[in-house]
């Protein structure tokens, strides 16, 4: 078995779309919010910040998962499964899927690291047969989610904390760590990593890609028969 890790980053890297824009379309479209369009108009700054690399992950929070007060986590929870098969399941990269298919076939260790939730990226990654899984972990108080991150969230430099951690708790130090994702925000891992490849990047990403010599992955989502 290879002493290797192989990390993916989850939105618009292993599927086309951001999984907490689709949730909150969803949620809107649910009538579980209310002011919908002001939500969305919300959330598409935040996604503008998020691209641009200014924003702040735990005001993020705060507006995300407010509006989740009122249902339970088990409410929540059978929304995020319906949402997945509404929303999600037609989005996956099959090269994402064929490359983690030919990585699990020899013995690779895979990890899916996100600066999504937990309640949506565990289920999510499992859809890749991924088990291995370091989101933002969410708080619950008197059975419902808060908005409140346990610990470090994984997000820019959080990403490179958690993994840390991670391996730490496995007791475990792989000879080679190699890192696919489309973000900028994800930078200080990619710097960090043996082995950083990008997919489907874009502005300042691609430029520092290019410049450092770093593969560039083209990934699409599958076409709809």
Do not use: C
């Amino acid at each position: 078995m290879p002493n290797s890790l192989t990390i993916f980053d989850l939105d618009d890297t292993l599927l086309n779309g951001d999984t907490m824009a689709l949730w909150h379309q969803f949620l809107v479209d649910q009538d579980l919010i209310d002011n919908g369009e002001e939500f969305l108009d919300m959330d598409r700054q935040f996604d503008e910040q998020y691209r641009s690399g200014s924003m702040d992950i735990n005001a993020f929070l705060q507006f995300s998962l407010a509006p989740l007060g009122q249902l339970s986590a088990d409410q929540v929870d059978q929304l995020v499964q319906q949402f997945i098969d509404e929303q999600i399941k037609f989005r996956l990269y099959p090269q994402a899927k064929r490359l983690i298919e030919n990585l699990k076939e020899n013995h690779h260790h895979l990890l899916v690291i996100s600066a999504t939730v937990d309640f949506i990226v565990r289920p999510v990654a499992k859809l890749f047969g991924i088990s291995n899984v370091i989101a933002v972990n969410i708080a619950r108080q008197q059975g419902s989610y808060t908005p409140r991150a346990i610990g470090t969230p994984s997000f820019r430099e959080g990403k490179v904390v958690r993994l840390q951690q991670w391996l730490t708790t496995q007791s475990w130090q792989p000879d080679v760590l190699r890192f696919y994702s489309d973000s900028i925000n994800d930078l200080p891992l990619l710097e960090q990593v043996d082995e950083p490849y990008v997919v489907n990047p874009h502005g300042t990403l691609l430029s520092i890609a290019q410049r450092r010599s770093w593969p560039v992955i083209e990934w699409q989502q599958a076409k709809a028969s």
